[in-house]
Every structure is written in structure tokens, then in C-alpha cells.
T-cell receptor
Framework: DAKTTQPPSMDCAEGRAANLPCNHSTISGNEYVYWYRQIHSQGPQYIIHGLKNNETNEMASLIITEDRKSSTLILPHATLRDTAVYYCIVRVYSSASKIIFGSGTRLSIRP | NAGVMQNPRHLVRRRGQEARLRCSPMKGHSHVYWYRQLPEEGLKFMVYLQKENIIDESGMPKERFSAEFPKEGPSILRIQQVVRGDSAAYFC???????????????FGSGTQLSVL
């Protein structure tokens, strides 16, 4: 699976858009980009995923560059409840499919 | 549709005792994953099971740890003769059957916090 690189920490003002980058320069053509987050003391939560087109759902938007070597997760109007560790994961299907979480980005939302 | 249910939420054991952690996946999900998270550390994969089969146990410690997912009932993570280093949050996740895109979308439970005295 492709390795991902994320900044260890970021902060954002409440109400502003939070843009979380992820580098995955070795991504293969059949690998999806997934984002999860983990709020303190809770289980991780799926946010969004995509292959090559930009995606949007009720939680966030995912922008994938044309060469697919990087992506950005956008939380359009960050709130204090968005304070969490955000994980970017790239995965290709295999018969023994486990998801490996890296260190992620610790996002702090300031009032 | 209830989410992934883990119990107990908190479990206290003395050194040498056994710990049994239970996980009921979401309805219709046939894949279960167990992860461990030590204090202030990241999530570490332990084991991946489908009904009655262990698919990948590459993250399981070689001794004292075992997991099962029987045909009926919840998945069980069993830790024998617990030691203080086993103190951690243990998370279970499930995913539905289907193609890769669907199966990679995991739904996590709230975890079991194991404390070994």
C-alpha cells in the first residue's frame, strides 16, 4: 500500500475552513484515498473516500490532485467538535484487507 | 441500525487474570477487525476475522492473545494472564461484505478500556 505523509499538527479558527493535506506520491491507479478521524477517547470515524474525482458529503470535501499524488480534506466550517486526529489512508483491495493507521494530523480548533 | 457494540466499556483486571472483550458488529457485517491503542499512541492493527475464520493475525502478540468470531454471537478478544503493559483501549471495527470500496469503510465501536492493576 502507498505510504502517506501528513503534518503532525494543525490549528484552525472556529467557523473557518480547515484544509488538511496528505501526500501519497507512490499511489497506484487502483488505490483509493480514505479519511478517518478519531476524537479523543472515541473510536475512529469514517469521513470520506475517493479514487480520482473530488468528493463531497455532509461531513467534508475531498480534493484529489489530477496526478493523484496528493489530496486535501476540507472541513468547510470547522467547529470545536472537529478537534481530532485525522488519518489519511490509501488502500488497494486484497483478500486480506487490513487498514493500517499512521500518525495522522492532530487538528485543534480554536474559539 | 445499531452501530458496532463493544462491551464492557471499562474492564479492570489484576495481573494474571483473564480479560475477555466482546464485539458485536453492525447488522449484516461479516468482517471484524481488532485494534489496540496504548496511551498517547496510534491505533495498532491486531487481527482481522470473517465469520469462523481468522484472515490476518499479523498484529497479534504471539502469546496470551487470541481472537474468535463464531458463527453465532459476538467476536471475542481474549487476553490470558494479563500484565500491566496490556492496559490500553481496544477497538473493534466491522465492515460489510462486498467489493473493495465498500469493505474498506470501517465502522468502529466505542472501545473497551482495559486497566490492569
Amino acid at each position: 500500500d502507498a505510504k502517506t505523509t501528513q503534518p503532525p499538527s494543525m490549528d484552525c479558527a472556529e467557523g473557518r475552513a480547515a484544509n488538511l493535506p496528505c501526500n501519497h506520491s507512490t499511489i497506484s491507479g487502483n488505490e483509493y484515498v480514505y479519511w478517518y478521524r478519531q476524537i479523543h477517547s472515541q473510536g475512529p470515524q469514517y469521513i470520506i473516500h475517493g479514487l480520482k474525482n473530488n468528493e463531497t458529503n455532509e461531513m467534508a470535501s475531498l480534493i484529489i490532485t489530477e496526478d493523484r499524488k496528493s489530496s486535501t480534506l476540507i472541513l468547510p466550517h470547522a467547529t470545536l467538535r472537529d478537534t481530532a486526529v485525522y488519518y489519511c489512508i490509501v488502500r488497494v483491495y486484497s483478500s486480506a484487507s487490513k487498514i493500517i493507521f499512521g500518525s495522522g494530523t492532530r487538528l485543534s480548533i480554536r474559539p | 441500525n445499531a452501530g458496532v457494540m463493544q462491551n464492557p466499556r471499562h474492564l479492570v483486571r489484576r495481573r494474571g487474570q483473564e480479560a475477555r472483550l466482546r464485539c458485536s458488529p453492525m447488522k449484516g457485517h461479516s468482517h471484524v477487525y481488532w485494534y489496540r491503542q496504548l496511551p498517547e499512541e496510534g491505533l495498532k492493527f491486531m487481527v482481522y476475522l470473517q465469520k469462523e475464520n481468522i484472515i490476518d493475525e499479523s498484529g497479534m502478540p504471539k502469546e496470551r492473545f487470541s481472537a474468535e468470531f463464531p458463527k453465532e454471537g459476538p467476536s471475542i478478544l481474549r487476553i490470558q494472564q494479563v500484565v500491566r503493559g496490556d492496559s490500553a483501549a481496544y477497538f473493534c471495527a466491522s465492515s460489510p461484505p462486498g467489493g473493495a470500496e465498500v469493505r474498506e469503510k470501517l465502522f468502529f465501536g466505542s472501545g473497551t478500556q482495559l486497566s490492569v492493576l
